[in-house]
């Protein structure tokens, strides 16, 4: 890491993120207000990055996750609302992940998301996943007030 980038982490907040999974998804909730500027970049090795600004203060973190997810760009969707930003990425192998990151350590602004929370032995119960799968069961009605709220595929990069 370069002392640039050393001292824009250390200068940049970390916005909340909500998570769930599925066998073959993780659903990633950033609650930033307003974002601009998003930058999210996806590595088939399992890095998530993430940057945008709200409110004039810059917002960032990158995740290693617990495993690899898909390279191509497309199964990276993402939704862009008033309030927050959800991605949906593609794990390499459908296979229950028993956490969100490789590291066990404890991130404070990492929560469970319960409400798109679904157990494995439930998971033939939940409703069947399809590609526009970012409102089912988030609680937040965002309809009303989002209405140009738009679904952009980000590239990763390799």
């Known amino acids: 890491m370069s002392q ?11 916005p909340e993120v909500l998570w ?8 990633l909730t950033i609650s930033l207000p307003d974002a601009k500027d998003v930058v999210l970049k996806t590595e088939p090795q399992g890095l998530f990055s993430f940057s945008a600004v709200s409110h004039g203060e810059p917002f960032s973190f990158t995740l290693e996750l617990f495993d690899s997810i898909l390279p191509e760009g497309s199964k990276t969707k993402t939704k ?5 930003i959800i991605c949906s990425i593609q794990k390499e192998k459908k296979v229950w992940w028993k956490r969100l990151l490789k590291s066990e350590e404890k991130h404070p602004y990492i929560k469970v998301d319960w409400n798109k929370w679904c157990d494995e032995d439930e998971e033939s119960d939940a409703p069947v996943d399809s590609d526009d799968d970012f409102d089912e069961g988030n609680g937040r009605d965002e309809s009303e007030d989002d209405d140009d709220g738009m679904l952009c595929e980000y590239s990763s990069s390799a």
Request: charged content about 25%; glycine content about 0%; hydrophobic content about 35%.
């Open 4 to 14: 640039h980038d050393a001292l824009s982490m250390a200068c940049s907040r970390q």
């Open 80 to 84: 862009m609302s008033l309030r927050n």
């Open 20 to 27: 769930a999974q599925r066998s073959e998804k993780i659903y």
